[in-house]
């Protein structure tokens, strides 16, 4: 079984600060994580994926994640946040090996980054 | 790439009545998925093809679902005798057929039962 835990479900954060949504995941083998935002009345767009290698994961619109084994942690975070961050965010996990193919998400943290 | 597209965006019908919807995965994705999403939750897994052959199948997938990808290009998702718990957005997401790609989303087929 494989499961995703995003702890808070709001992150609020002044522009120009920088950011943290927290990702827990547990899964049978080695994981291939993902993170995905979120606009209203939208599908999910692909910010970054960790499969093996670095732990710091650099990822579209400044967005970088960071890998960790022992706390099985996979935090999204930002050096300056934008009004425009503003969103809701997936964590996103499946088993790196075998054919299943199904991504296990997180419900998600609605990020505010306030003017 | 002209991304993934679903049809309808949005579908309010009566309670008992069938839908059905449409995804068109970007071309060249042999993968493409189906997950359903109630508001405040993330995604859920419902089934997964490679080509045309239906490959997973979640236990949320009841036998009142049902979803074709006849050739192998866009699938469908056909629900009947719709229930009030039906009500969600539907998403449909695709990725390449070799290696680990990420899946891309379309922006979904949002469900309304009355």
């Known amino acids: 079984a494989q499961s995703v835990a995003q702890p808070e479900d709001q992150v609020n954060v002044a522009e120009g600060n920088p950011l943290t949504v927290k990702c827990t995941y547990s899964?049978?083998?080695?994981?291939?994580l993902f993170w995905y935002v979120q606009y209203p009345n939208r599908g999910l767009q692909f910010l970054l994926k960790y499969i093996t290698g670095d732990n710091l994961v650099k990822g579209s619109y400044g967005f970088e994640a960071e890998f960790n084994k022992s706390q099985t942690s996979f935090h999204l975070k930002k050096p300056s946040a934008l009004v425009s961050d503003s969103a809701l965010y997936f964590c996103?996990?499946?088993?790196?090996?075998?054919?299943?193919?199904?991504?296990?998400f997180g419900s998600g943290t609605q990020l505010t980054v306030l003017p | 790439d002209t991304g993934v597209s679903q049809d309808p965006r949005h579908k309010i019908t009566k309670r008992g009545q069938n839908v059905t919807f449409r995804c068109d995965p970007i071309s060249e994705h042999n993968r493409l998925y189906w997950y359903r999403q109630t508001l405040g939750q993330g995604p859920e897994f419902l089934t997964y093809f490679q080509n045309e052959a239906q490959l997973e199948k979640s236990r949320l997938l009841s036998d009142r679902f049902s979803a074709e990808r006849p050739k192998g290009s866009f699938s469908t998702l056909e629900i009947q005798r719709t229930e009030q718990g039906d009500s969600a957005m539907y998403l449909c997401?695709?990725?390449?057929?070799?290696?680990?790609?990420?899946?891309?989303f379309g922006d979904g087929t949002r469900l309304s039962i009355l």
């Open positions: 899964v049978s083998g080695n994981p291939y």
């Open positions: 996103a996990v499946r088993v790196l090996s075998g054919s299943a193919r199904q991504l296990t």
């Open positions: 997401a695709s990725s390449p057929g070799q290696g680990d790609q990420p899946q891309h």
